[in-house]
């Protein structure tokens, strides 16, 4: 994540970096499938979405959710920087979801 706060366009355009991660609630998937993630929304890997998702839970009550979406469906210019604790980046666009639950398996 270091990396990417340091050259974050030009690795988002890696292809070894191909997903990042959303968190969230289940308490507000009926709305992210209607709607999309509304803009700003923060990205980042697999630890930064789950911390955003616990903040979503104690929030909004549910359980945890981590989307995950291929960098294929963003667009790389609409991304800045997120300043702050978290290291992420925000997307500045609403991001449409075609959803599909699946567990997340342990190595």
Same mark, same amino acid.
């Given at each position: 994540m270091?990396?990417? !706060?340091?050259n974050?366009r030009q +690795? $988002?355009?890696?292809? #070894?970096?191909n997903e990042?991660f959303?968190?969230t609630s289940?308490s507000?998937q009926?709305?992210l499938v209607?709607?999309?993630?509304?803009?700003?929304?923060?990205?980042g890997?697999?630890? !930064?979405a789950?911390?955003?998702? +616990? $903040?979503a839970v104690? #929030?909004?009550?549910?359980e945890?959710?981590?989307?995950?979406?291929?960098?294929?469906?963003?667009?790389s210019?609409?991304?800045?920087?997120?300043?702050g604790?978290?290291a992420?980046v925000i997307?500045?666009?609403?991001?449409s979801?075609h959803?599909?639950?699946?567990e997340?398996?342990v190595?």
């Open positions: 270091k990396l990417l !706060l340091e974050w +690795y $988002l355009k890696e292809s #070894e970096f990042l959303y968190g289940t507000l009926e709305k209607a709607e999309g993630i509304p803009a700003p929304s923060t990205w890997d697999y630890a !930064l789950e911390r955003n998702a +616990y $903040l104690k #929030e909004h009550g549910g945890l959710m981590v989307i995950n979406v291929p960098m294929s469906d963003f667009d210019s609409k991304f800045v920087v997120e300043e604790t978290e992420g997307y500045t666009e609403s991001l979801l959803m599909q639950e699946t997340r398996g190595i």
